[in-house]
């Protein structure tokens, strides 16, 4: 028993170093071995819309180093997009895009909209990294970071439309688009590019809520 | 006497199956070596790690075996975000198609589909760089982006509209690794295709618009083949990864 314990912790501990690392050695992912020829991949036809992002069944790690699944937005209103935090030139812009739009919207709309940031960079940006962005950007409770393995980062980047391109130097060329999400998981609206008025980012949000 | 028969049914259904899975899951290995991405110096040379390639594109027949092990990907139950309408539109039904089609390459297959596929068959979809290095290859040379002849049998497949019949796997030519229609077949999935950024999206003051109208340097080169190359490159960049395209199949590398 207790060596099982102190597995779990090294485990544990391995998940958390790195979240590129495969999601095998992960307790809670031990379902994901071989998840591909295992049928849980959808959930039950009509359960969840076609176009929705909570077909995603891959398993991520919050910055607080908890699990995290696509439903858990299920029932929100969600503002996401997908950063990387070492990154020098479009991300604090992105970054400066987001919390504009939550600044912007009234304080009844701010207090029910989530902000959901996914690393495109699992190889770097550790839950302990993610929770330091989020100090350093002062977010609140109201923002999730989150990170998984490359193959699920993949898959995330391909469902929002995201292209992203590792460079040679390090950090990525990337699109830069702001989602967001009905309490469905379905996207409703896009912002594309930096810099944008965000009027209608806040009305679509404003809609979703009602 | 019954078992006996039972028996002779068994092997002749065998060697059917034989014949039919001829081209299913066979490798060839391939050693790495170096690829230049498009839009790049010398300096930024991606080094590719040695891996093995399916000889062969995934096969309708291939794929039939794919859906019928894993229902959630037979036409009527595929989710539109992992798959468009067009997925296995060619197919008359969830699990059949013209029998003459039994050995082309499967088409009309989004990336979401071909990953599961490969992943399913312990196997990954191939990088960009690693699909592009075995696809530098002729007959009888690893690296035959100088061979004038090549270039020009590469590039009029690629202005030749579609077959309307897809011909079977293994129709065009087998390559120095032992890898049949990298050309001249269908296009292929790779795992890394939206790495492909041709429009101004990313950050302002990179290098990525620069890299683009750069790309017409490298155009003068030496390298006509850069040409076919990059309607490949352009392709990858105009598709979305649940897009369902009659000309686009995929093969598995592991």
């Known amino acids: ?210 | 006497m019954k078992n006996l028969v039972f028996l002779l049914l068994m092997i002749c259904a065998l060697r059917a199956q034989s014949h039919v899975a001829d081209t299913f899951g066979r490798m060839a290995p391939v050693k790495g070596g170096k690829y230049l991405p498009l839009y790049s110096s010398d300096s930024q040379r991606v080094l590719v790690k040695p891996f093995s390639i399916d000889v062969y594109s995934v096969t309708n027949a291939d794929y039939l075996r794919f859906v019928m092990a894993h229902p959630e990907w037979r036409k009527s139950r595929t989710r539109k975000i992992f798959a468009d309408t067009g997925y296995l539109r060619h197919w008359t039904s969830d699990t059949t198609f013209d029998t003459r089609l039994a050995n082309s390459p499967v088409v009309n297959v989004s990336w979401f589909a071909a990953k599961k596929y490969c992943e399913c068959m312990g196997k990954r979809l191939p990088k960009v760089a690693e699909w592009e290095l075995v696809a530098l290859a002729n007959e009888r040379m690893a690296d035959a982006s100088r061979d004038k002849a090549f270039n020009q049998w590469v590039l009029n497949w690629v202005s030749r509209p579609s077959h309307k019949v897809l011909p079977t796997v293994g129709s065009t030519f087998r390559n120095y690794y032992g890898v049949y229609d990298m050309h001249g077949l269908v296009w292929e999935w790779t795992y890394d295709f939206n790495s492909a950024l041709t429009t101004g999206e990313s950050r302002g003051n990179s290098s990525l618009d620069n890299t683009f109208f750069c790309g017409g340097g490298s155009f003068d080169s030496k390298d006509i083949n850069n040409y076919a190359a990059f309607m490949r490159f352009a392709m990858r960049s105009s598709v979305k990864a649940n897009y369902c395209v009659p000309n686009i199949g995929f093969r598995c590398v592991k």
Request: proline share 4%; net charge neutral; with cysteine.
């Open chain 1, 1 to 210: 028993m207790k060596t099982t314990t102190i597995a779990s912790v090294i485990l544990y501990t391995m998940l958390a170093a790195s979240c590129s690392q495969a999601p095998v050695t992960a307790p809670a992912a031990k379902q994901e071995v071989r998840s591909c020829c295992s049928k849980n991949n959808a959930p039950a036809a009509g359960a969840v819309s076609d176009e929705s992002l909570f077909n995603i069944t891959s398993n991520w790690t919050t910055q607080y180093g908890t699990p995290f699944v696509t439903t858990d937005l299920s029932g929100k209103v969600t503002v996401a997009a997908m950063i990387f935090t070492s990154c020098q030139s479009a991300c604090p812009r992105i970054m400066a895009d987001l919390k504009n739009i939550s600044t912007s919207l009234n304080a009844a709309d701010r207090a029910r909209t989530h902000f959901l940031l996914i690393t495109m960079d699992p190889a770097n940006d550790t839950p302990e990294r993610l929770k330091a962005f989020m100090k350093e950007h002062q977010l609140d409770s109201m923002w999730t970071l989150v990170c998984a393995s490359d193959d699920a980062t993949a898959e995330m980047a391909n469902v929002l439309g995201v292209r992203i391109k590792k460079l040679s130097g390090g950090g990525f060329d990337h699109s830069n688009t702001v989602y967001v999400l009905g309490k469905d998981g379905v996207i409703s609206h896009r912002q594309d590019g930096l810099g944008q008025d965000p009027a209608g980012t806040l009305q679509a949000i404003h809609t979703l809520l009602q």
